[in-house]
């Protein structure tokens, strides 16, 4: 079992992480010397993949387990689901010593965490991850929120969990679409962490699709080793954490053109990071061979490389958008090199439209 440990300000905690590290959550809850209950949070589709693991792993080890599902979806990640919630862990006597546990991807980590943060001021928190993107990124660093209507995740906290357990062996009961999509972090990490990981993924990439566990597990532990290094020195998002916005500010503005239902966060992070990417080499004369090497790479994976059925125009206008909203948050993360990432690049207007209509060239 590996474990690698979160040293942020308002918290230090342990990041299980091996192949079977479900069946061991009770032992490792209890090591840590905790009692009691613990609620699950978890959607009906992980609730009939893995809940019975984790429920029979904390009963034997004498806690008091209970489940509460959710209908699978970004539509829970809502004030009126977190209510709901709230109702539940009070009717199930949960106090403040208990913990909540949140089994599932990154709607049921952010609801999950976010009714953690705020029952009774704050109930403890295990993160048991099950998609790539949670994995890799979620589940790690304590972001946890809802969505209102108006607009993403715009109510929240820095939250984090007591302990979070990471089994790369559940990927093997996703769906290979949202594997894929999941992929799409896992590049962000590459490119954040330099070139000896970006080619040696470009390399081994069909071992992650096939899930090869002797080639997952290093590369999700290094994707988790980056995170936990850049929360470490800025848990509360002031201005390094920003780095892990590589390709999303483009991402965003896709995702948001497309309604939310055009593309999916992971694929429209692919067009993201190469729209980054290409403009890391106008702005930092990073060499041209990565946005070759990256538009291929993507493509392998099974990403899209071509914007497609939304508007260049739409896109930049919510880019924008999101620039207004937060200046510092919306502004471009570029690249100097691999490995040497830049926050608050301020892009020129002409520079981003030029590499949006690219993206829907596709070339
Ligand atoms: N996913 C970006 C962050 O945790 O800051």
Redesign the pocket.
């Known amino acids: 079992m590996i474990q690698l440990v979160a040293n942020t300000r308002s918290r230090e905690y342990p990041v299980f992480l091996s192949e079977g590290a479900l069946e061991e959550t009770g032992k490792l809850w209890r090591s840590l010397g905790n009692r009691g209950k613990v609620v699950i949070i978890t959607d009906d589709n992980v609730a009939a993949l893995h809940l019975p693991g984790l429920e029979e792993s904390l009963a034997a080890t004498g806690f008091i387990v209970n489940a509460v599902k959710v209908q699978p979806g970004e539509e829970a990640k809502s004030l009126g689901k977190a209510t709901a919630l709230y109702s539940g862990l009070f009717d199930l006597k949960t106090r403040r010593h208990d913990a909540v546990c949140a089994l599932g991807g990154g709607v049921i980590g952010d609801l999950a965490g976010f009714v953690a943060s705020t029952y009774m001021r704050g109930v403890k928190l295990i993160q048991v991850p099950t998609s790539l993107l949670s994995q890799v990124?979620?589940s790690i660093?304590g972001?946890v929120g809802v969505n209102i209507p108006q607009a993403k995740n715009y109510v929240g906290a820095f939250y984090q969990p007591h302990m979070v357990i990471t089994d790369p062996a559940l990927l093997e009961t996703l769906p290979r679409r949202e594997l894929v999509e999941g992929l799409a972090e896992v590049v962000k990490y590459c490119l954040l962490s330099g070139d000896d990981f970006f080619s040696n993924f470009e390399f081994s990439y069909q071992e992650f699709l096939s899930l090869n566990m002797a080639y997952v597990e290093p590369v999700v532990r290094r994707c988790i080793e980056y995170?936990l290094r850049v929360?470490s020195e800025d848990e509360r998002?002031f201005g390094r954490?920003a780095v892990?916005?590589l390709g999303h500010t483009v991402g965003h503005g896709i995702e948001a053109a497309g309604a939310y239902q055009a593309y999916s966060h992971g694929q429209a992070l692919a067009l993201g990071l190469l729209a980054a990417v290409r403009l890391s080499e106008q702005v930092f004369m990073l060499p041209a061979e990565y946005g070759e090497r990256l538009w291929s790479l993507l493509g392998l994976l099974g990403l899209p490389v071509k914007l497609e059925g939304v508007s260049p125009d739409d896109v930049l206008t919510a880019v924008a958008r999101d620039k207004k909203a937060d200046d510092l948050s919306a502004n471009m993360v570029l690249l100097k090199s691999l490995g040497d990432p830049v926050i608050n690049c301020d892009v020129d207007a002409g520079l981003l439209r030029s590499q949006v209509e690219r993206l829907v060239r596709g070339d």
């Open positions: 990124d979620s660093g972001k995170k929360v998002d954490r892990l916005n």
